[in-house]
């Protein structure tokens, strides 16, 4: 459990440094892509603007060491909030992950401890700004723009296209220091969104891989995430399962910590769950 709670950390750290094929109809259904902006168009139509995601996940966490399982909610605020609850046992949380536009938090609830920090510190040795929003858009398999809040039709003059099987590939143009890599299916669907980034230890390489691609609502969601991070010290992967996804329910989300924990820095927290 310490693994995967590290790995977590490690995965979110990075990013602020440097089911069943469903039948559908209608604005759902497959469509064979013929150009590149008509590819794009569609992209955007499968992932309408949303308020608010949350689901119960299954979280897998594998190294060189081994892997580690458990079970988890993930709550997402657009523009807001980003939570991930460790529940591994008959829902009682051991630990917590919270990302806002601003700040890094975490509690462990087993030692007692909790982390409060600003991001702005992390984001000094970013090559580019990946705010809130992308990350949202990372763990939901939405395309984005680093650094922007939305995408629109618009942007699309600020992609490069190149056919990719029965999908497309599209890359976003004049990007330094870290490069972004979208692939779709032939429903112009994302399933995959790859990024590399040059550190002062070398290259990192992030890969989010989404499968079981599943409409609910007007919403196309992943059923299945594979996250590869490699570069780092160990290679690290991470799958996550979606399960019972719920859209534009939440209006705030709790973060209150007991009085008697102690507040520590995430390096220290680190430490801890190395041991």
Do not use: H
Request: hydrophobic share 35%; glycine share 6%.
């Amino acid at each position: 459990m310490k693994r995967f709670l590290t790995g977590c950390l490690v995965l979110i750290m990075l990013l602020f440094t440097g089911c069943k094929s469903s039948k559908t109809t209608g604005s759902l259904e497959q469509k064979e892509i013929n150009s590149e902006k008509s590819c794009f168009s569609e992209l955007l139509a499968n992932y309408p603007g949303y308020d608010s995601f949350s689901a119960k996940i299954s979280l897998s966490l594998a190294t060189s060491s081994g892997t580690v399982s458990t079970k988890a909610n993930v709550r997402i605020i657009r523009d807001k909030v980003l939570q991930i609850s460790v529940q591994p046992f008959a829902g009682i949380e051991i630990a917590r992950i919270r990302v806002t536009p601003d700040s890094l938090f975490a509690v462990d609830r087993i030692n007692g401890y909790y982390v409060a920090e600003s991001l702005a510190d992390y984001r000094k040795s970013l090559p580019v700004d990946i705010n809130l929003v992308s990350l949202q858009a990372l763990f939901l398999g939405r395309p984005f723009i680093s650094g922007q809040d939305d995408i629109s039709i618009k942007d699309f003059r600020y992609f490069s296209f190149s056919r990719a099987g029965q999908g497309w590939s599209f890359v976003p143009v004049n990007e330094e220091g870290i490069s972004f890599r979208f692939t779709t299916d032939s429903g112009c669907r994302l399933e995959q969104t790859e990024i590399n980034a040059e550190t002062g230890s070398g290259n990192v390489r992030l890969n989010w891989a989404y499968s079981l691609l599943t409409p609910s609502d007007r919403w196309w969601y992943p059923g299945k995430v594979r996250i590869d991070a490699q570069g780092l010290s160990k290679n690290i992967q991470i799958n996550i399962g979606y399960n019972s996804p719920k859209w534009n329910s939440l209006q705030k989300i709790d973060f209150s910590v007991p009085s008697q924990y102690r507040r520590i820095k995430m390096t220290d927290l680190f430490k801890i769950f190395l041991k």
